[in-house]
């Protein structure tokens, strides 16, 4: 089989979104907050209604076990600002990017996420793969567009497998 890579890279993304669609499907919004262990990090209510991620600027050890919720606002904070990269656009900071909130909001979110990605994916030729990119590197890493979208990828498929194993240990009785 002859493909691009663009395409391959989207063949890939879509793969990897239609196994997250079973565990998005099935979400409640109890499943967001649940604390799987005694030492985890999640999304709190802040001061003024809003939702802060738990953070160290020097990832403890050993690291917190992460819950749903706030696995589902990193994978909001790096899709938000690759595709910021990719869109010429000046790069959000960490705390600009707000999490929804529980359940429905989330879920939304993520795909309104999926959606703008496949927009800015669809906008690309493979020329533009070989372009360079900096994120999530450091500006002289010498990687491209190309790995950047392979980046992207495979985030998106280790936090889906996250998501999902927290989601059926809740759903199994675990907790």
Sequence with gaps: MAATSRALLRWQFDLTWSLFE?????L???DFLWEPAARCWTVRPGPAGEWTPDWA??????????????????MGWWWTVAMDHLGGRPPRQRTDVGWPGPGGPTITWLRGLRAEWLGQLDRLTDADLDAPASFPW????????GHMLAWVNAELMK???????LRLQRVAGRG
Excluded: C, F, K
Excluded at 159 to 165: H, K, T
């Design 22 to 26: 079973y565990h998005l499907e099935r």
């Design 57 to 74: 600027d020097t990832e403890p050890d050993p690291v917190p076990v992460p819950t749903i919720g706030w696995l589902s606002w990193h």
């Design 138 to 145: 450091q500006e002289d890493a010498g990687h491209t567009v």
């Design 28 to 30: 409640e919004a109890a």
């Design 159 to 165: 936090n889906a497998a996250e998501i999902g194993q």
